[in-house]
T-cell receptor, first 116, second 114 residues
Framework: EADIYQTPRYLVIGTGKKITLECSQT?????MYWYQQDPGMELHLIHY???????EKGDLSSESTVSRIRTEHFPLTLESARPSHTSQYLC???????????????FGPGTRLTVL | GQQVMQIPQYQHVQEGEDFTTYCNSS?????IQWYKQRPGGHPVFLIQ?????EVKKQKRLTFQFGEAKKNSSLHITATQTTDVGTYFC??????????????FGQGTILTVHP
């Protein structure tokens, strides 16, 4: 079983509030990712990191920001939450793979965010 | 950007029937991964296919990678209620980089009636 954790699991918050979604992994993986997923839909990559002090925006534009100060920790922050941010946010991590191959991603349980 | 198209969007079967979901890309894929997401859960890695024409089996699940590496399929034989969930294919070479960013297909939601 993968050791990747997300808190909180559920969050209901009012418009304009600042929130931080936590993601931690104990596997020592260098690569970490944030995905956004609406109910019944596919996952969209919003942020990724290849290591400490490395962060990049993903394919889906997002008003959120991320930081990677420690290998095991990859928090996502929304400075001012809006109803359009209501969604599920999934964190994932993976190891580097060489030779043009790719390793599997391990996903956390997700945070279901509702902005009123 | 490169997209991975997955069909069907929904599949309802009676327990014991077979199930297949298909994944297609307009460009050649280097690898393809498959994930399963149970209702209310998170995606869990099933398998990665790398070679042209590759076929891999996991108990009742059979995964295939097309000869041209532009399509893939997942076939479940004799479905069980535990197979319920959404099955996603994913391209780990999104954007043509070597960074392992996943581009997911739209997923196929499988329901199994007992």
């Amino acid at each position: 079983e993968a050791d990747i954790y997300q808190t909180p699991r559920y969050l209901v918050i009012g418009t304009g509030k600042k929130i931080t979604l936590e993601c931690s992994q104990t596997m020592g993986h260098d690569k970490m990712y944030w995905y956004q997923q609406d109910p019944g839909m596919e996952l969209h990559l919003i942020h990724y990191s290849y290591g400490v002090n490395s962060t990049e925006k993903g394919d889906l534009s997002s008003e959120s920001t991320v930081s990677r100060i420690r290998t095991e920790h990859f928090p996502l922050t929304l400075e001012s939450a809006r109803p359009s941010h209501t969604s599920q946010y999934l964190c994932a991590s993976s190891e580097w793979a060489g030779g043009g191959s790719y390793n599997e991603q391990f996903f956390g349980p997700g945070t279901r965010l509702t902005v009123l | 950007g490169q997209q991975v198209m997955q069909i069907p969007q929904y599949q309802h079967v009676q327990e014991g029937e077979d199930f297949t979901t298909y994944c297609n890309s307009s460009t050649t894929l280097s690898n393809i991964q498959w994930y399963k997401q149970r209702p209310g859960g998170h995606p869990v890695f099933l398998i990665q296919l790398v070679k042209s024409g590759e076929v891999k089996k996991q108990k009742r699940l059979t995964f295939q990678f097309g000869e041209a590496k532009k399509n893939s399929s997942l076939h479940i034989t004799a479905t069980q209620t535990t197979d319920v969930g959404t099955y996603f294919c994913a391209d780990p070479n999104a954007g043509g980089t070597s960074y392992g960013k996943l581009t997911f297909g739209q997923g196929t939601i499988l329901t199994v009636h007992p």
